[in-house]
């Protein structure tokens, strides 16, 4: 079954807490990224341990092999089972990701390409391919594909294989969670389960497609 994961970008914990706590039944992953840790800190992954779900660290790591080996040293520190990179920077930064993860005993999945509609600028035709390609030869647990472009994803598993891809842009940017939970190993929702008057009906809709 197709992985449900919330991302949860909300910036006040107390109402990211209650969010969690209310959805974490229906969930089998919480992605966290910048507005919500810049908000309340690493220790955020502390205060979601008691709800037992996997937490992937949204930070899309781009910088030289050394820093981030020290960012993902440090989230791996604090509780996460998961980190997000980038591939542009090459092998050698995304292999510093890798090898700080596998050490943690956690798993490290690479942007291959974005949602939005301005990724196409520069993660099309291509580049997404070489990118793909490297996080394979660098053992990397995963890629993120979007899920805004199912026929993007169908070619980036040529590439990949048998590992996983979380897709994320289902719901609020537009993806469709049946066209794209049959292609993929994980979608990634957030507003369209976060800011609903409902989150537990909004999840409902989207676990009925995995």
């Known amino acids: 079954m ?3 994961i919330l991302a949860l970008d909300v910036p006040v914990k107390r109402e990211a807490l209650a969010i969690a706590e209310l959805c974490a039944p229906h969930l089998d992953a919480i992605k966290l990224g ?3 840790v810049l908000s309340a800190g690493l220790s955020i992954a502390r205060d979601l341990e008691a709800l037992d779900l996997p937490l992937i660290a949204d930070f899309k790591l781009a910088d030289i092999p050394n820093t981030n080996r020290l960012i993902a040293e440090q989230v791996f520190d604090a509780g996460f089972s ?4 980038h591939g542009f920077t ?3 930064a995304v292999q510093a990701c890798v090898d700080a993860a596998a050490d943690y005993g956690g798993a490290c999945f690479v942007v291959a390409e974005m949602s939005h509609p ?8 291509g580049t997404a391919e070489k990118i793909a390609e490297l996080a394979v030869s660098c053992g990397a647990d995963g890629i993120i594909a979007p899920a805004t472009r199912p026929e993007r994803v169908k070619i980036l598993r040529k590439i990949v294989g048998n590992r996983k891809i979380l897709s994320p842009g289902v719901g609020a940017q537009g ?4 066209a794209i939970a049959q292609i993929v190993d994980g979608i990634i929702v957030g507003r369209a389960i976060y800011e609903a008057k409902d989150p537990v009906t909004a ?4 676990s009925s497609v995995r």
Do not use: Q
């Open 2 to 4: 197709t992985e449900l």
């Open 90 to 92: 090459g092998g050698d």
């Open 203 to 206: 999840i409902k809709t989207f």
């Open 34 to 36: 910048y507005p919500l």
């Open 118 to 125: 301005g990724a196409t600028a520069f993660f099309h035709s």
């Open 82 to 85: 998961s980190i997000i990179c």
């Open 175 to 178: 993806g469709d969670a049946a």
